[in-house]
Structure formats: C-alpha cells, structure tokens
C-alpha cells in the first residue's frame, strides 16, 4: 500500500505544470472571423426559422413568416457553405 502511495505522489508531483504542457497560442484576426462567421450564419438561421415558425403559428398565414423563412433559407445555405470549407471550431 506504501509503495502504492509514493508512486502517485511521485507521478503526481513530478508532472509538469499545464502551461508548459499546452502552450496557448493566440488565434489569428482571420481565424476569429471565420469562427464567427460560422456561429452568426448558424445561429441566424435558427433564429429565423423559430420567428418564422412564431409568425405562422400566431397568425395561421404564411405571407406574414414569408421574409423570416426567407432570410432563413440564405442564412443556412451560408452556414452550409462555411461548414464545407470548414470554418468552423476543429479547422485550427
């Protein structure tokens, strides 16, 4: 049980600290917009199809959700498009 013990504080207090393990490095200005790109097209279009769908629910018309299904519609077809070229968070 001893020799148990003095192996984990052994491997605990020899492990070197998190800011020599992982450096951190400061994400360029072209990185930072292209995540933001992705995150405003995608959550653009969420919120355009919850109005959209508000508007047709409350009203019962599809003209009054007409221009909020739209902007919808070329929102996610941009999210889309920023997903295949990979603009989102795993493109580092």
């Known amino acids: 049980m001893a020799t148990i013990l003095k192996e984990i504080e052994s491997t605990v207090f ?3 600290p998190a800011d020599e393990a992982f ?3 400061e994400p360029s200005l072209l990185v930072r ?3 933001f790109l992705w995150v405003w097209s995608g959550m653009f279009s969420v919120a355009c199809l ?3 769908f508000t508007g047709f629910a409350a ?5 009054a959700a007409a221009s909020n299904f739209l902007g919808a519609v070329v ?3 941009l999210f889309g498009v920023a997903s295949l070229l990979r603009f989102g968070p795993d493109s580092d």
């Open 50 to 52: 919850a109005l959209a």
């Open 14 to 16: 020899t492990a070197e």
């Open 23 to 25: 450096p951190l490095t």
């Open 75 to 77: 929102s996610g077809g």
């Open 33 to 35: 917009l292209r995540k």
């Open 59 to 63: 009203l019962g018309a599809f003209e």
